[in-house]
């Protein structure tokens, strides 16, 4: 711990030489300012440390650091060695797994069924907690809902039992569920081989069974050792082989399968570790917290979109998860989690035991841990052992000091250095935490004033002293009083205003002062500090400034009159006219100058022999009436006549032309033209913009076709039909509709079996001639790769963007309503991913887990309903015969010969493994037989209403 105190004198000289731009004067007043400070300061004194009982000249007693040890101006950071083990968590930690996703943190763990007094393995894998084994039930075997593998009871021990589709749900224990398709295909994402003993996950090939349609007492059970089938909540299965390979499958009504539960996570440690997300599994999956992101993300339109937020459900509140060595739990959002939060034990035997946790260090104290605090990190613990130590902490550059009582380290006080403040000690100066202290007459310690840091304290010695603060561009006086420092007054400074000092200026500060006739010091005014006071030997004087012009009397300084500047109006300036800060005035009536109008002002005094006369101001003509006034329209042009036929006239910036005995406005074409009167009549012109016109007696008239050739009429089309007529260099012909520009059938050649195939050009548009022998207007890609004909496959550029060619029935946007079977059409992004969309046929494909159909004379890829995307399989649509689709992880097949008349898919038949492997079951071999997995099995006909299809059925 080092602290110091410093006698008055060394800390004064110390702050002088510090500061020297921020004070007027540090014991030596008014060097660098206006104000003078009294002699008979007593000299401060000039030892380094002053005796305790002498006082320098602030009344100040220097203190001691009984160290002796200087001030330092840095400071390390100090950090207290505090030994803390490092606190795990064997049961959430797991083991470091190789994923396809990358390496993930696979937990194992047990979970105790108590509705059927069985404990199960467990294991986290991502987002999921699964029971790692097949499932058991206390039921009786042998029901029609569950049993045992070949009903022998040692299978259900080894390998759990086998349950019925419709029977599967409630069977899980308390907040586990029956797995969704897609949850099992997430472990499909992990791993190729699912009997990956590291992943443990360990699928129990239990194999399946089977009861018969109409004979429930019938049996055939499959593939032990082999496969394990497992259901799932939605109508199917997910079959593992012992070679770790899985698919999914469509459940049988009277199957029975293996059943495995899983429980829902809302932690991941990245990104890649999410579970699917489409639109089977938008509904199902909440928000997801990504500890590498430190977000929740949440499915939507197929992708995972990040929150800005990284809250959790009730549900999930305590749950527990590790991200590298740091443990997570959700307490309202996920956040590190505390050694209280973790669970940790703290009791008596281990109370004072210092744990460390994500980067944290607790203490176990009163049977509850809490996180050491900052001071108890730089400084240690504050026991039993130190109660009454002090100790410091560095801050930016200064030391923070800090005491150790029964509650524990609290801000040191001045007291605890140095004793109550008290009558011996008054004025006394101390330094503490870096600031200054001084000892009041009211017996408390407080810290110095800004004001006492720049110029010391005001004491008994000093009274009547001014000393002055430079604040930036300005020094700002202060006076010692018995109530201590207060700002600086003039009458401090130059004593009271009397006579004597009248019109007399001092500076004080920053700012002048002038001493008034009523014997008060007021601010010079801005006026005054251009002009000077207003004295008497300047009454009478005319100044002027870039605001005004001032005339000086007894009363000061004010606005000059136009009688101040040209003196009074006297018979000798009868009729005169002067101008006056732009104002004119004229001397009428003596002795007062009369304000005139500016119109008078330029133009003169009205007289009687310059009646009738116009002149102009501005720009817009005045006649002298009996006054200047504005002259009328008609007085200013006068009368219209065949003599000045053609003329022009300006009147208040509009121009006017005579025409026809009338003064007519111009127009903006009159402007430029010329006015149109009847020396132009009949002529014709072009303006700058090439524009015609005609002058007629109304004026110049817009060139049209009506004007030239007359109007567009029933009787001008039966006389000129569809007769072309040329005005200047645009053609023009009489349509329905009025004077158009032909049309490109009247101007091509005629689109004859010769011309068929080729190009004409007409303003600047192509025209290609097709075999129906008219016409057609080529637009977009075509102008550079030529007409989509024949259902091209190339991809071609055009401005940058691909086009490819697919299949449109019709198309009524072209001229004449052509039919065009095939067109170009700009590239999609769903092109990019699956192939362009040509529409010659049907083709499906799967993306992102979803399907997607291109099919005859569609417009792109689509992904929706069954119906929607693949209508119904008959003889409608045999261009579908052949084609295999895929919905939902299904396959279907379309054949005549299968006949598959189903409600739900309408002629399309459902693929299952024995079709994959034999082919599936035809008309055309009604009742043959093979043998599949052991089973023999007849090609049959099902009559299960409303579906009447062929399948492969067990043979009896």
Same mark, same amino acid.
């Given at each position: ?138 039921? #009786? ?14 299978? !259900? ?20 569920? /029956? ?15 699912? #009997? ?43 079959? %593992? ?35 699917? !997300? ?26 995972? %979109? ?54 944290? *260090? ?12 900052? %001071? ?140 008034? #006739? ?18 008497? *030997? ?168 009506? /004007? ?60 290609? !001639? ?26 071609? #550029? ?33 092109? *990019? ?87 599936? !079951? ?18 049959? *006909? ?15």
């Amino acid at each position: 711990m080092n602290f110091q105190y410093f006698s008055f004198k060394r800390l004064l000289y110390a702050f002088c030489v510090a500061v020297p731009f921020f004070m007027a004067a540090c014991g030596d007043s008014g060097s660098d300012s206006d104000f003078e400070e009294p002699s008979d300061i007593d000299e401060i004194c000039d030892d380094d440390f002053c005796d305790s009982e002498s006082s320098d000249s602030d009344g100040k007693s220097a203190g001691k650091n009984s160290s002796g040890a200087e001030s330092s101006s840095s400071f390390q950071k100090k950090e207290a060695d505090i030994s803390a083990s490092s606190y795990k968590d064997s049961a959430l930690v797991g083991e470091e797994y190789k994923s396809d996703l990358g390496m993930m943190n696979i937990v194992n763990g047990t979970i105790y069924d108590s509705t059927y007094n069985h404990e199960y393995k467990t294991v986290r894998i991502g987002p999921y907690e699964w029971i790692a084994e097949n499932l058991l039930d206390a039921t #009786t075997a042998f029901e029609n809902y569950d049993m045992c593998y070949d009903n022998d009871r040692n299978n !259900c021990k080894t390998d759990g039992r086998l349950f019925r589709d419709y029977t599967k749900n409630d069977m899980c224990p308390t907040g586990f569920v /029956v797995p969704s398709s897609a949850d099992y295909r997430y472990l499909l994402r992990v791993t190729s081989d699912l #009997t990956d003993a590291g992943l443990g996950f360990n699928p129990q090939m239990a194999g399946f069974c089977r009861r018969g349609t109409f004979d429930m007492d019938s049996l055939g059970c499959s593939d032990k050792g082999k496969r394990t089938y497992l259901l799932t909540n939605n109508d199917s299965m997910f079959v %593992v082989g012992k070679n770790g390979k899985a698919r999914m499958m469509e459940s049988e009504f009277y199957g029975f399968y293996s059943l495995r539960c899983v429980r829902k996570l809302s932690f991941v440690e990245n990104e890649k570790q999410l579970p699917i !997300c489409n639109s089977e599994t938008e509904d199902d999956l909440g928000d997801i917290f990504v500890a590498s992101a430190s977000k929740n993300y949440f499915c939507e339109g197929g992708i995972w %979109v990040k929150r800005n937020d990284s809250d959790c459900s009730w549900g999930d509140r305590g749950e527990l998860h590790y991200y590298g060595d740091s443990l997570y739990v959700c307490n309202g959002s996920w956040t590190l989690a505390t050694m209280n939060e973790a669970g940790a034990a703290c009791a008596d035997e281990n109370d004072g035991d210092v744990r460390e946790l994500n980067g944290k *260090k607790f203490i176990c104290n009163d049977s509850s841990w809490r996180e050491l605090n900052a %001071v108890e990190k730089s400084i240690g613990l504050c026991t039993a052992k130190n109660i009454g130590a002090i100790d410091t902490i560095p801050a930016n550059d200064s030391l923070e000091y800090y005491y150790c009582d029964s509650t524990g380290w609290r801000f040191a006080k001045i007291v605890d250095y140095v004793g109550d403040c008290d009558e011996s000690k008054y004025y006394d100066v101390m330094e503490f935490h870096d600031r200054m202290y001084t000892c009041r007459t009211d017996s408390t310690w407080e810290k110095f004033t800004t004001l006492e840091n720049s110029i010391g304290l005001c004491t008994p010695k000093k009274l009547g002293v001014i000393d002055t603060v430079k604040k930036g561009e300005s020094i700002d006086p202060y006076f010692c009083d018995s109530t201590g420092w207060r700002v600086a007054t003039l009458v401090d400074y130059a004593g009271k205003c009397e006579e004597s000092k009248f019109y007399k200026t001092i500076d004080f500060g920053t700012v002048t002062y002038v001493c008034r #006739t009523d014997s008060t010091w007021s601010k010079m005014s801005s006026l005054e500090e251009r002009l000077g006071v207003c004295a008497p *030997k300047k009454f009478n004087d005319i100044d002027t400034t870039d605001t005004g012009i001032y005339a000086c009397d007894s009363s000061g300084w004010h606005t000059a009159s136009v009688g101040d500047y040209y003196g009074k109006c006297t018979e000798l300036k009868i009729n005169t006219i002067v101008d006056f800060k732009g104002t004119g005035y004229a001397c009428i009536e003596p002795p007062t100058w009369t304000q005139i109008d500016n119109v008078t002002k330029k133009l003169g005094f009205c007289t009687k022999d310059i009646q009738g006369i116009i002149k102009d101001y501005d720009g817009t003509p005045y006649i002298c009436d009996s006054k200047w006034r504005t002259a009328t329209q008609a007085e200013f042009l006068a009368e219209c006549t065949e003599e000045n036929e053609g003329s022009t006239k300006k009147f208040i910036n509009t121009s006017y032309g005579c025409r026809n005995l009338k003064w007519i406005k111009f127009k903006a074409v009159d402007d430029s033209l010329g006015f149109c009167s009847k020396k132009l009549l009949n002529e014709i012109k072009s303006t700058v913009k090439k524009t015609s016109y005609k002058c007629l007696d109304t004026g110049w008239t817009k060139y049209t076709p009506e /004007v030239a050739f007359g109007k567009c009429n029933d009787d001008f089309r039966r006389e000129h039909g569809q007769e072309i007529f040329k005005l200047g260099d645009e053609e023009y012909v009489c349509w329905i509709t009025g004077w158009r520009t032909p049309q490109a059938t009247l101007k091509l050649e005629e689109c004859t079996a010769a011309k068929v195939g080729t190009f004409e050009e007409y303003l600047g548009d192509t025209y290609y !001639c097709s075999p129906k022998k008219n016409w057609i207007e080529v637009v977009g890609p075509e102008l550079e790769h030529g007409l989509c004909e024949g259902g091209k496959t190339d991809i071609v #550029t055009y401005n940058g963007k691909k086009y490819g060619c697919y299949r449109e029935d019709y198309d009524y946007n072209r001229i004449y309503y052509n039919v065009v079977e095939f067109k170009w059409r700009e590239e999609t992004e769903m092109d *990019k991913q699956l192939g362009f969309c040509h529409g010659f046929g049907m083709t499906w494909k799967k993306y992102n887990g979803l399907d997607y159909v291109c099919d005859l004379g569609q417009i792109g890829w689509k992904n929706s309903t069954f119906w929607a995307m693949y209508t119904a399989c008959d003889n409608r649509y045999t261009y579908k015969y052949g084609v295999t689709v895929g919905f939902k992880d299904s396959l279907f097949y379309c054949d005549e010969l299968v006949e598959p008349i189903t409600s739900e898919y309408v002629g399309w038949h459902i693929i299952t493994p024995i079709d994959e492997e034999k082919g599936p !079951c035809r008309k055309d071999i009604f009742e043959e037989t093979i043998l599949f997995n052991s089973q023999e099995y007849k090609c049959g *006909k099902t009559y299960d209403w409303p579906d009447s299809v062929y399948r492969w059925l067990p043979v009896e």
